[in-house]
């Protein structure tokens, strides 16, 4: 299955999935890391592991449609069956969307659907929650809305500041994202309105509860 990644900064989801590829536990090629931040330290990690990074600046194109329909055209030439945002700190625009459909997916660091948008660490903190977590959905053309895959749930405890929170869920994002992606390339998940179901699948496969961190 060819992937194309997006992704805005560090990029240690990109780095879990090249890792999974690597470890044979993924059947995969990243075909194409597309970035829209040129100091990314993601495009380090595609040239370490040979894969071909492209950026693109939205300042560069007249709209934002614009901008999305060049990206679809660069993954389209690559043949990309799957496209995954990791760390790709945009909302989606509809051009890629209606490329892709139920074809590209997210990482978020919450439970969706609390805490949308950016920082859902923080938020989790401030709002005082017990637990949070990370969520793979499809995506569509809302933030953070679409169809949940799999989410994976930590304590949240009365001292934890935005980074010792994010670094408890960044472990589980990385176990996860690999895993949907895996599913999806093994054509297990069947989505059905909001509901993705997993063929094959245990209960277990969906949610992931770790008390022990
Ligand atoms: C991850 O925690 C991911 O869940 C989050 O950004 C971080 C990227 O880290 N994504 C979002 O907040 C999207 N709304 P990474 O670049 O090391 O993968």
């Known amino acids: 299955m060819n ?17 999974a590829i690597r470890e044979g536990k993924l059947s995969a090629k990243i075909v194409v890391l597309i970035t829209d931040n040129p100091r ?6 595609a040239c370490k592991y040979g894969i071909p990074h492209i950026v693109l600046n939205p300042a560069d194109f007249a709209s934002r449609e614009a901008f999305y329909d ?9 043949r990309t069956e799957l496209v995954v945002l990791a760390g790709f700190m945009r909302i989606v625009g509809r051009p890629l969307i209606a490329a892709f459909p139920n074809r590209i997916m ?12 950016l920082h859902g660490q923080k938020q989790a903190v401030d709002y005082g929650v017990k637990i949070s977590g990370c969520t793979v959905h499809f995506v569509d053309e809302g ?21 010792t929170l994010s670094e408890r ?3 589980l994002e990385h176990k996860i994202y690999p895993e949907a992606i ?15 179901r997993i063929a094959g699948g245990e209960r ?10």
């Open 3 to 19: 992937i194309g990644v997006l992704a805005s900064g560090r990029g240690s989801n990109f780095q879990a999935i090249i890792d």
């Open 40 to 45: 990314a330290f993601a495009i380090e990690r």
């Open 143 to 163: 933030m953070d809305t679409g169809p949940i895959i799999i989410q994976a749930a930590v304590p949240v405890y009365h001292d934890d500041t935005e980074e």
């Open 106 to 117: 997210n990482i978020h660091p919450a439970l969706l659907p609390a805490f949308p948008g």
């Open 204 to 213: 277990e496969d969906f949610s992931v509860v770790n008390p022990s961190f």
């Open 169 to 171: 869920i960044l472990k």
């Open 70 to 78: 060049r990206i679809a055209a660069e993954l389209r030439d690559r």
């Open 182 to 196: 895996r599913l999806f390339s093994e054509g297990r998940l069947e989505v059905h309105g909001r509901i993705v």
